[in-house]
């Protein structure tokens, strides 16, 4: 199960990734394109806990695994690629780190699925003094650590397989 | 012993506090406004020379009030993350002298060794803690050397 938090902070916008077990999607997916982490500005995040499998995709190329990476280290990526990773651990934290500005928040704001009232808030200089929860969700996907193949998908029974009595 | 590590990249800068159990991490320094402070693993106390210090459980979050200085003290192994945006008038308060700032500002580096670095991704080296026991006090001129070292300077 992964838990998924955008808070703000005084400068930052901060993306909180926590994962409860193994073979966990880490990586957020765009709801409009289906694409994974082909994020619109650097990103900086911080490995906090735990340990993960991290892949590449390029184009409509396969997914590469490029590393394994553990707790604690520093990460940065800028998006000519789609980005996977899955849990390798039973707990794994991790923190997305971007500047609070209007411009970084206008191209995250299809990313992240931000609305026009939820940026307006975010950059709110009234809020400055305050850790602000803009939202939260849970979702859960399992992926292989090795391949990036989307387990949850094969576990379903293909209509092909079911006899109609 | 306590640890100080740097990171930067296009938009901040980075001080990546490391603890180990029992062992403090204070800044010498005082800035004009509040910043944040992630509490990015283990527990700590955290506080200021002002503010009592309180209990933050990662992933956690803490504002430095302006005017105070951090104080932040382990209960277990911990990290705890202080992000600067480059470009914010406050870095000139964290780096007195200009020349320093500039330079920092303007280079390409991102302060640290990587263990990995395709072009698109870059992963820095697994950070280990120091077990002698050792707390810091991290004045500015210490930050200016640490910066100044980790730019190769």
Same mark, same amino acid.
């Given at each position: $199960?992964?838990k998924f938090?955008?808070?703000?902070t005084q400068?930052?916008?901060l993306v909180l990734?926590?994962v409860?077990?193994e073979?966990?999607?880490?990586t957020?997916i765009?709801?409009?394109?289906?694409?994974r982490?082909l994020y619109p500005t650097?990103?900086?995040g911080f490995? =906090?806990?735990?340990s =993960?499998?991290?892949f590449?995709?390029?184009?409509?190329g396969?997914w590469n695994?490029?590393?394994?990476?553990a707790a604690?280290? $520093?990460?940065?990526f800028?998006g =000519?690629a789609e980005?996977?990773s899955?849990?390798?651990?039973?707990?794994y934290?991790?923190i997305g780190i971007h500047?609070k500005?209007q411009?970084?928040l206008?191209?995250?704001?299809?990313?992240?699925?931000?609305?026009?009232?939820q940026?307006?808030? $975010?950059?709110?200089?009234?809020?400055?003094?305050?850790?602000?929860?803009?939202y939260?969700?849970t979702?859960?996907r399992?992926?292989?650590p090795?391949?990036f193949?989307?387990?949850?998908?094969?576990?379903?029974v293909?209509?092909?397989?079911?006899?109609?009595? | 012993?306590?640890d100080?590590k740097?990171a930067?990249?296009?938009h901040?800068f980075?001080?990546?506090n490391?603890?180990d159990?029992g062992?403090q991490?204070q800044?010498?320094?005082?800035?004009?406004?509040?910043y944040?402070? /992630?509490?990015?693993?283990?527990i700590?106390? /955290?506080?200021?020379d002002v503010?009592?210090p %309180?209990?933050?459980t %990662?992933?956690?979050?803490y504002r430095?009030p302006?005017?105070e200085?951090?104080i932040?003290?382990?209960?277990?192994?911990?990290?705890?993350?202080?992000?600067?945006?480059l470009?914010? %008038?406050?870095?000139?308060?964290?780096f007195?002298i %200009?020349s320093t700032l500039?330079?920092?500002r303007?280079?390409?580096s991102?302060?640290?060794p990587?263990?990995?670095?395709?072009?698109t991704?870059k992963?820095g080296q697994?950070?280990?803690y120091?077990?002698?026991?050792g707390?810091i006090?991290l004045?500015l001129?210490s930050?200016e050397?640490k910066?100044?070292?980790a730019?190769?300077?």
């Amino acid at each position: $199960m992964r838990k998924f938090k955008l808070i703000t902070t005084q400068d930052h916008f901060l993306v909180l990734v926590e994962v409860q077990n193994e073979n966990q999607e880490i990586t957020c997916i765009d709801v409009d394109t289906g694409l994974r982490g082909l994020y619109p500005t650097e990103a900086a995040g911080f490995i =906090a806990e735990g340990s =993960a499998t991290v892949f590449l995709k390029f184009g409509s190329g396969d997914w590469n695994k490029i590393n394994e990476v553990a707790a604690p280290c $520093m990460t940065f990526f800028s998006g =000519a690629a789609e980005l996977g990773s899955v849990s390798t651990s039973s707990s794994y934290r991790a923190i997305g780190i971007h500047p609070k500005t209007q411009s970084i928040l206008d191209q995250w704001k299809p990313f992240l699925g931000l609305t026009d009232d939820q940026i307006t808030t $975010m950059l709110d200089p009234t809020m400055r003094e305050s850790f602000v929860e803009i939202y939260s969700y849970t979702m859960v996907r399992e992926m292989d650590p090795d391949t990036f193949e989307d387990l949850t998908t094969t576990s379903l029974v293909l209509d092909s397989e079911i006899v109609y009595l | 012993m306590a640890d100080i590590k740097l990171a930067k990249d296009d938009h901040s800068f980075y001080i990546i506090n490391m603890l180990d159990i029992g062992e403090q991490i204070q800044y010498d320094w005082a800035l004009s406004r509040s910043y944040s402070v /992630i509490i990015s693993s283990g527990i700590v106390s /955290i506080g200021t020379d002002v503010t009592t210090p %309180a209990t933050r459980t %990662a992933i956690g979050l803490y504002r430095v009030p302006l005017g105070e200085k951090l104080i932040c003290t382990s209960t277990q192994q911990a990290v705890f993350l202080t992000p600067f945006i480059l470009d914010d %008038a406050i870095m000139e308060e964290l780096f007195p002298i %200009a020349s320093t700032l500039s330079q920092l500002r303007g280079s390409s580096s991102y302060l640290m060794p990587f263990a990995l670095d395709d072009g698109t991704l870059k992963f820095g080296q697994q950070l280990v803690y120091d077990t002698t026991p050792g707390n810091i006090s991290l004045s500015l001129a210490s930050l200016e050397t640490k910066t100044l070292g980790a730019l190769g300077l």
